[in-house]
């Protein structure tokens, strides 16, 4: 799903594109992307866009005359940037955004349709799509710390959460506590202030490094490659594979369709954290260090992933 860092590149990259254009149509291939009726989605036609803005992981189109296109991207949604017309892939299109400087299209991968647009009228209208999370880049520690003890759950679960904070998915998570050098599964309340402290530096320079990278790599262009697995993160979609700063093989907690990668070493003090399905089916064979991780490794698993 994209996060903070890719949702600030797009907003970037549609400001120079959009900014101050009128939408001259909508053209909605797939009806249940629409979750709103009123404002009818026809409203925004032919009126300029006044300003873009984000929501949490959502981008907002706002228009003159006091109306906004609330777009949810979730997992898979995809933005593009096309010559003025152009026509949206045929299996994967949902809409196609015909400005009077070029086209957007929005696609969607796989069978789910998850993707959401709403038409919205006024602040008020706005604010109902707003979770209500700390915007850690514009906040002191203080207000991190609160919004992070204001409930007792795993490092992990509280990072992700929308009504704690603002724009962190799975990805930035992970990287930001292995920046931290702090387990997922750390209890928000059992923080010292120490760890409190340099979490929150981690947060504000993951994402920032992040935003930054992203920008790069775009350039001058519209980006065509979000995704949550990049070659230049340390842990995230890296089972198996060396951390970066230790070269002890990342590993992995898998739940339902979530899976949080960890270094044993930088972050659990050598402790392998049990994987619920694994660790059930392994029992008594589940490693529970990197010593008999890497001792399973020695005598036949070859790669270093627990299997």
Known sequence: MPELPDIVVYLECLQKRIQGKRLEKVRLLNPFLLRSVEPPLRA???????????LGKRIVFGFEGDLFLVL???????????????????????SAFDFESGTLTLTEAG?????????????????EHCRGGLEVLEADEAQFRAALVCENHTLKRSLTDPRLFSGIGNAYSDEILHRAKISPLVLTQKLS?????????????????????????AGDSFP??????????????????PCPVCQTAVQRIVYADNETNYCPRCQTGGKVLADRSLSRLLKDDWPR????????DRVGFGDGKVR
């Open 289 to 296: 260090s990197i010593e008999e991780l890497e001792e399973q």
């Open 111 to 127: 069978s789910k349709r998850r993707a959401s647009l709403y038409v919205v009228r006024g602040e008020d209208g706005l604010a």
């Open 72 to 94: 949810h991207l979730m997992i898979a949604g995809r933005l593009h940037w096309k010559p003025r017309g152009a026509k949206p892939p045929g299996k994967i299109g949902l």
């Open 44 to 54: 925004v036609e032919g009126k300029t866009v006044v300003g873009l803005r984000r």
């Open 224 to 241: 065509e490659k979000v995704t949550a697995f990049r070659a230049g993160m340390a842990v995230h979609g890296r089972f198996g594979k």
């Open 193 to 217: 202030a120490a760890e409190t402290g340099r979490l929150f530096e981690a947060t504000k320079a993951t994402l920032l490094d992040w935003t930054e990278r992203l920008r790069k790599e």
